[in-house]
């Protein structure tokens, strides 16, 4: 497709016939699917899918992230024209994306929900293709952990924030998105050891063993050597990576229920994402991206772009094998 189709091609989401490709149509039109990928439910032949997961209980303040996934979509539509700048490949061209579309749930039963999530992801894993995640708040990425460690065993984790998220919480029935790393660790489906927390800067009593390099130490000695220092902790190991979007500095990311000042700009966490090539990911998530307190769309945006490189981490490895 090139630019000449966007004069008569439109709705790529339900029109288009492949899964791989770029996409042209004019970009203020159509239906916001993300990335301008066919929206379906058959996943035969797709290597990676995307899917939402409309969901937010326990912000700490502000509310909105269940609106997370639909202005993610809708910020993604600038990128399908091209190659991803600077990868040296195109994912969109090498692997068939599709997009999942959301996760249905019962808004009033929200102790259901890890649960659902185990199984909408998971059944996207048993149809043999990856899963990038969409949010939600950050406690969604509780059941995304559940289902990849049925598949791959015990993940390690890389996890971009402004907080651990290892609070204590023992009350199963609790759904709650500052402990979920906590009970991740406590049922044993993630390695602390052998997993990071990057962009930290709030404080924390018990941080579970995971290795914390916080905000101070990105700004102090640069994304190149945190992305380093990432690859030595997570070796060969299988890992998770999950952005929650606070682990921006307001400034680049107001639309959050959570900001703190001090954070990641957007160019050290587009640095150390493109360092971690090579990792062996098998699955992630961008959260907790809150679009009513970010009328600009900077957050949406930024979301689509760590979603965008999110999917370029998992082909590069493949790729290589």
């Known amino acids: 497709m090139s630019l000449e189709d966007a004069k008569r091609q439109i709705d790529h989401a339900f029109t288009r016939e492949g899964l791989k490709g770029p996409s042209f149509e004019n970009v203020f039109a159509g239906a916001p699917s993300f990335l301008r990928r066919k929206y379906t439910k058959d996943l ?5 899918a995307v899917t939402g997961l409309p969901f937010d209980q326990a912000v700490t303040n502000r509310p909105g992230s269940r609106l997370g996934p639909r202005a993610i979509r809708e910020a993604s539509l600038l990128q399908p024209c091209d190659a991803p700048y600077g990868w040296g490949y195109d994912v969109l061209s090498e692997f068939a994306i599709a997009d999942y579309g959301d996760m249905a749930f019962d808004y009033a ?14 059944g996207i894993l048993d149809a043999g293709a990856a899963c990038v995640v969409l949010g939600g708040d950050h406690s969604v990425t509780h059941g995304c952990l559940r289902a990849h460690a049925e598949k791959h065993g015990p993940l390690s984790v890389i996890q971009f924030d402004a907080h651990t998220d290892t609070w204590a919480d023992d009350d199963a029935t609790r759904v709650d998105h500052g402990t979920f790393m906590y009970k991740a660790a406590k049922e044993g489906i993630v390695v602390p050891e052998r997993s ?18 916080d905000a ?4 102090r000695d640069g994304p190149e050597r945190i ?18 979007i606070d682990a921006l500095d307001p400034a680049f990311a107001p639309g959050t229920g959570t900001p703190v000042w001090g954070g990641l700009s957007s160019h050290q966490a587009a640095v150390i994402l493109r360092h971690l090539a090579g990792i062996d990911m098998k699955g992630g998530d961008v ?4 679009p009513p307190f970010d009328t600009t769309g900077a957050t949406a945006v930024a979301a689509a772009h760590v979603g965008m490189e999110l999917l370029c981490l998992w082909g ?3 790729r290589a094998r």
């Not at 927390?197 to 914390?212: A, E, H, K, M």
């Not at 992305?227 to 929650?244: K, L, M, N, S, W």
């Open 227 to 244: 992305a380093e220092r990432v690859h030595e902790i997570v070796g060969a190991q299988p890992c998770y990576i999950t952005f929650d």
């Open 109 to 122: 039963m929200p102790s259901e929900v890890p649960a659902k999530i185990a199984q909408h992801v998971g």
């Open 196 to 213: 990071v927390q990057i962009g930290i800067r709030t404080d924390n009593p018990d941080t579970l063993g995971f290795n914390i390099l």
């Open 216 to 219: 101070r130490q990105v700004h």
């Open 287 to 290: 959260v907790e991206v809150s």
């Open 44 to 48: 035969a032949g797709v290597d990676i």
């Open 316 to 318: 590069w490895t493949r």
